[in-house]
Structures are given as structure tokens and as C-alpha cells.
């Protein structure tokens, strides 16, 4: 009853920013978003009667309680599905900094759900699994399948999931993380989405992004970087506009992440293709075809206030590996 399995965090183009109901995490609105390589989470899991409590660790970090608690409600999701009750031991590792706006709870809920899975031989369809990695954290079921995801909001737990809109290979589009601070957020997505409705501008996002999420599909549809692009941007702001404006009010950037707009918007007008988007973070991602990867990093190198820069390339989805932690 062991198993390992390797999950990929994602961008989201259309965020996702509200739940419909906090239990079974359905969302207020359809998102589309991309796997990306660079940055993903490895996990091991293996039940045991010889277990008397669940063991959970990180490998180059610490959960805090909150977090332990919300591992082991997703734990006996599993457990409950398998109808079994062995305690598990766990050991997960981010090849990226935990919890800097960088999603690690959907590559972390992603990997854990198709490890257990596995582990228990539950056999689940991908949209089960995409519905059951939802419960643990919502963008955590856009993790599960390949390449380019939508995950369809649904009206109940069993039509809230995700699936492949295309595979990792149909563009090699790019996702240059520029890392400015690696410290833990401050509010947590999970939490900061709560507030939603505090904002006087709730209301407009939610009404605004169904159009969105369609030339977002279309743009997709026909390889068009500076559509693509300028609805990726508009979305970003547009949640971040939200954000700012709940009770209480969330800021997630920093002075660096300001500059970097700036940038981005000089590098446009000066003819290179590329756009920004930003999660619950001050991370900033920078999103381009692979032909302008080499000029965009060269750009970045002179640039003083970013502590790491990650290339993320369309990936495939969560996936089975043999290769075990423990
Ligand atoms: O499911 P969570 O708690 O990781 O929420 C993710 C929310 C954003 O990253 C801000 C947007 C998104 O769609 O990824």
C-alpha cells in the first residue's frame, strides 16, 4: 500500500477567486490554466498497520498545524473511499518555495490524491481524481490532467472538475517565473478568497469572466500569443482588483512586482511578445512563445530584486512515478 507520484503546479490564464460553497471548494467561476514543469511536487505515501497516527513531512520545510489538519481531512477522504482506516506516513518535497503565490497547494493536493490513490488501488476515472484532488484545494484538480486544462465550475461536487483542452505539445508557450520574495504569503488563497463578496467589484468579475473564458479558449484554439496574452493580463489585474478591494483588503505585491509590470509593458512596446500574470503572491509570471525564452532572459539577468528565475514549460498532468522518497 505504497506509491509515489509527481505532480506539476499550473498558471492559471482565468483565475479562479471565490467558492461557491467551502466544503466541496466549488468554485464561482470556470479557470483555464497551463502545467508547468519547472515547478512541481513529489510525494510518497504508504499505509500501514503498523501506523498508530498519520505522519506527514516535508522535505526542506514544515507544515504548520493548519496545514498537517487539512492533509489529513484529504487523508481520509481516501481512506473513506477505500473503506479502510491504516494511518499513513507521508513525506512530499517542492522543487520550488512553498506557499510564495506559487500554488503549491494544486501540485501538493494533486500529488497526494493520485499517490493515495494509487496506493490504495482505488482505480478512479481522471475526472474522479481531478474531483477528489478539488476537495483537498481547488487548483489542485486542474494539476491532474495534461497540458492545457479547463476546469469546468459545475453545479455540484460531481460535475466540478478539470480536463485537457490540449496536450503539453500543441504550443510551447513559456511561463518565466521571476521569483522576487520566497516567503510564505501572508493571507492564504483559500482564506483571502473567502472575502470575495466584501468586494464592491465581485459582482463585475463574475460577470465579466465568462466572456473571458471564451476568448481565452479561442485564443488557445488559434495560437494567437497577443490575444492569449492580453486576456491573461486583463484577468490577472482584474482578480488582483478584487483582492485589493475586500474587507480586509489584500495586497499581495511587492515594489518589485510593480516594476516588473512596468518593464513588461516597456518590452512590449519595444516589440517582444510578452505578458505578465500574478496569484496570490508577489511572484510575477511571464508568459511568451519559446522563440523569445532567450531575449526575455537576457533582459531579466541585469535586473536586481529577483532572487530566482524558473522556466516552466507546458507539462503533462500528475502522474504515477516508481521513484519513492522513502
Ligand atoms: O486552490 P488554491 O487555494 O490554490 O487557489 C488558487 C487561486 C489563485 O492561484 C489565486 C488563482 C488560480 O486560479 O490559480
Redo the contacts with the bound molecule.
Keep these: 500500500m505504497k506509491a509515489s507520484a509527481v505532480a506539476p503546479a499550473n498558471i ?1 490564464f482565468i ?3 471565490g467558492k461557491k460553497d467551502k466544503v466541496t471548494r466549488l468554485p464561482l467561476n470556470s ?1 483555464i ?1 497551463m502545467n508547468i514543469d519547472a515547478a512541481h511536487t513529489t510525494t510518497t505515501i504508504e499505509f500501514s498497520d503498523n501506523n498508530s497516527q498519520d505522519q506527514i513531512e516535508l522535505i526542506g520545510g514544515q507544515f504548520s498545524d493548519g496545514e498537517i489538519k487539512r492533509i489529513e481531512a484529504h487523508l481520509d477522504r481516501v481512506r473513506r473511499i477505500a473503506k479502510i482506516s491504516h494511518h499513513a506516513r507521508v513525506l512530499t518535497q517542492n522543487s520550488f518555495p512553498k506557499s510564495a503565490g506559487m ?1 503549491s ?2 501540485s501538493g493536493y494533486a500529488a497526494l490524491t493520485i499517490a493515495a490513490s494509487e496506493a490504495l488501488k482505488l482505480s478512479l476515472s481522471e475526472k474522479e481524481l481531478s474531483i477528489l484532488a478539488r476537495l483537498g ?4 484538480c486542474r494539476s491532474i490532467p495534461d497540458g492545457y486544462v479547463y476546469w469546468v465550475k459545475g453545479e455540484d461536487s460531481s460535475s466540478s472538475y478539470a480536463y485537457s483542452l490540449h496536450s503539453p505539445d500543441y504550443w510551447d508557450l513559456r511561463d518565466i517565473i521571476c521569483i522576487v520574495e520566497e516567503s510564505s504569503k501572508k493571507v ?3 482564506e483571502g ?1 473567502d472575502a470575495i463578496h466584501s468586494s464592491p467589484f465581485a459582482d463585475v468579475r463574475l460577470k465579466y469572466v465568462n466572456q473571458a473564458l471564451k476568448s481565452c479558449v479561442q485564443a488557445l484554439a488559434e495560437k494567437d500569443i497577443s490575444t492569449l496574452g492580453e486576456i491573461i493580463e486583463k484577468d490577472a489585474l482584474n ?1 488582483h482588483a478584487v483582492m485589493m478591494t475586500q474587507t480586509p483588503a489584500i495586497l499581495y505585491w511587492n515594489e518589485q512586482t510593480i516594476r516588473l509590470i512596468g518593464l513588461v509593458r516597456q518590452w512590449r512596446s519595444e516589440g517582444l511578445a510578452v505578458y505578465f500574470t500574478i ?2 503572491g508577489p511572484n510575477i509570471h511571464l508568459i511568451c512563445q519559446s522563440a523569445d525564452e532567450q531575449s526575455l532572459l537576457q533582459k531579466l539577468r541585469p535586473i536586481a530584486g529577483i532572487r530566482d528565475v524558473l522556466v516552466g514549460r507546458p507539462s503533462s498532468g500528475t502522474k504515477v512515478t516508481q521513484k519513492h522518497l522513502f
Excluded: Q
Excluded at 484545494?137 to 489542485?140: I, L, P, T, Y
Design positions: 492559471a483565475k479562479y477567486w479557470s490554466s500554488a497547494s494544486a484545494s481547488g487548483s489542485a492564504s488563497s483559500s478568497m482578480m496569484d496570490a
